[in-house]
């Protein structure tokens, strides 16, 4: 997968290029937030972890992390990841989602720089800082649990390489 910029998205075009589910979708994944991201360990347990994900509208997911963590090596191992999020927090619309896909480590400098965050600088010396890198996830499946159902509805990528 080659990211080559964050895309800036003015969030009232949604309806002139998604379908309702596609639109539902971006009602979740079109701000920052927390999310599970679980990972596989080099014993095959699943790890899960908390991260701060943005998503473009292509719902490719991105986050930052440092080239120390446990995640890094797992995902170079086995990019299949699975990432939860979603507003949890009933009464109000509860709807979250599920989504399989397969992460890319970015250390490009190019890329890093666009999508940093100055209040990274706790963690990191700056975009150019060589522990600092992006995963994307391109997702496969996203499945959309909405209130009031059980049964999840699906979006599958077009894109499967």
């Given at each position: 997968?080659a990211?080559?910029?964050?895309?800036?998205?003015d969030?009232?075009?949604?309806?002139?290029?998604?379908?309702?589910?596609?639109?539902?979708?971006?009602?979740?994944?079109?701000?920052?937030?927390?999310?599970?991201?679980a990972?596989?360990?080099?014993t095959?347990?699943?790890?899960?972890?908390?991260?701060?994900?943005e998503?473009?509208?292509?719902?490719?997911?991105?986050?930052?992390t440092?080239?120390?963590?446990r995640?890094?090596?797992e995902?170079?191992?086995?990019?299949?990841?699975?990432?939860?999020?979603?507003?949890?927090?009933?009464?109000?619309?509860s709807?979250?989602?599920?989504?399989?896909?397969?992460?890319?480590i970015?250390?490009?400098?190019?890329?890093?720089?666009?999508?940093?965050?100055e209040?990274?600088?706790?963690y990191?010396?700056?975009?150019?800082?060589?522990?600092?890198?992006?995963?994307?996830?391109?997702?496969?499946?996203?499945?959309?649990?909405?209130p009031g159902?059980?049964?999840?509805?699906?979006?599958?990528?077009?894109?499967?390489g």
């Open positions: 997968m990211i080559a910029c964050k895309i800036v998205y969030r009232t075009l949604e309806e002139t290029f998604m379908n309702e589910l596609e639109a539902r979708i971006w009602r979740i994944l079109g701000h920052r937030q927390t999310a599970a991201l990972t596989i360990t080099a095959g347990a699943p790890w899960v972890r908390y991260v701060t994900i998503a473009d509208p292509d719902f490719t997911l991105c986050f930052c440092s080239c120390s963590s995640k890094i090596g995902i170079a191992a086995n990019p299949d990841v699975h990432v939860a999020c979603g507003n949890l927090q009933p009464p109000d619309d709807a979250f989602l599920q989504i399989a896909g397969r992460a890319e970015c250390h490009e400098g190019k890329i890093k720089a666009g999508y940093w965050k209040e990274w600088r706790r990191f010396k700056g975009p150019d800082d060589p522990d600092y890198v992006m995963i994307f996830v391109r997702p496969t499946r996203i499945e959309y649990n909405g159902s059980f049964l999840a509805e699906v979006w599958e990528s077009k894109y499967q």
